[in-house]
């Protein structure tokens, strides 16, 4: 059974700082997605990592992918308020299973 | 046009009605999905079509009736739901689910659905 993880739940944050969201996986696989979803809102597709080694940039925020440790990182760069929001990765396993997403990362950046 | 719409945007219903859910996309998508999402927790995966056949169905109860009647269009029939049924329902498609595509989805704005 595919099972993802993401750590920590809860991240609050100040503005300026820098910090990381993890996501481990359970099975094989070699796509992975980042989403984020505001209060009330639907998700937006970040990033999508296809491919060991696959760094993806997009303003203050940086992706990267690690398939043999089956771990996904997502790095903030001097945060800002308007990062606030929840952050899901899900993955997709190699052999057909299911999209399964993570818990979410709850993320709050204070001024 | 890249974009998925979901209609109605909120829905209340008693536990004996019937209703449908909407869903549309105009990107050549050849797959689409049904998610429920409860509060604070992240989407649960419920059906997936692709090229209009149901392709996966996560053990959803019978209530849920999927119809997919072409390749822009999703349907979600509900029927005799219970008051734990209450969630955010999303829609999402992407191109496909080939092996060599990135599946990525694109998700609707979703409808909010309220079972008394």
């Known amino acids: 059974e595919l099972k993802v993880e993401q750590n920590p739940l809860f991240l609050s944050m100040q503005e300026g700082k820098n910090y990381t969201i993890y996501c481990n996986y359970s099975?094989?696989?070699?796509?992975l997605y980042w989403y984020r979803q505001d209060p009330g809102k639907s998700l937006e597709s970040l990033f999508v990592?296809?491919?060991?080694?696959a760094v993806k940039q997009e303003g203050r925020l940086m992706a990267s992918l690690d398939t043999k440790a089956r771990l996904s990182t997502l790095h903030i760069t001097a945060a800002v308020h308007d990062l606030s929001a929840t952050y899901f990765c899900?993955?997709?396993?190699?052999?057909?299973?299911?999209?399964?997403f993570g818990p979410g990362t709850r993320l709050s950046v204070l001024p | 046009d890249t974009e998925v719409t979901q209609t109605p945007k909120h829905l209340v219903m008693g536990m004996t009605n019937k209703k449908s859910l909407k869903c549309e996309q105009h990107m050549g998508h050849r797959a689409m999905y049904w998610y429920k999402q409860k509060a604070k927790k992240p989407p649960e995966l419920m059906f997936v079509y692709s090229y209009e056949k149901l392709s996966i169905n996560e053990s959803v109860p019978s209530r849920f009736s999927p119809e997919c009647p072409n390749s822009s269009l999703l349907n979600l029939h509900l029927h005799a739901l219970q008051p734990e049924d209450s969630a955010l329902y999303l829609c999402?498609?992407?191109?496909?689910?080939?092996?060599?595509?990135?599946?990525?989805?694109?998700f609707g704005p979703g409808t909010r659905l309220t079972v008394l």
């Open positions: 999402a498609s992407s191109r496909g689910l080939a092996g060599g595509l990135t599946n990525e989805q694109f």
């Open positions: 899900a993955v997709r396993g190699n052999y057909g299973q299911n999209f399964v």
């Open positions: 099975t094989t696989s070699d796509r």
């Open positions: 990592l296809l491919s060991n080694g």
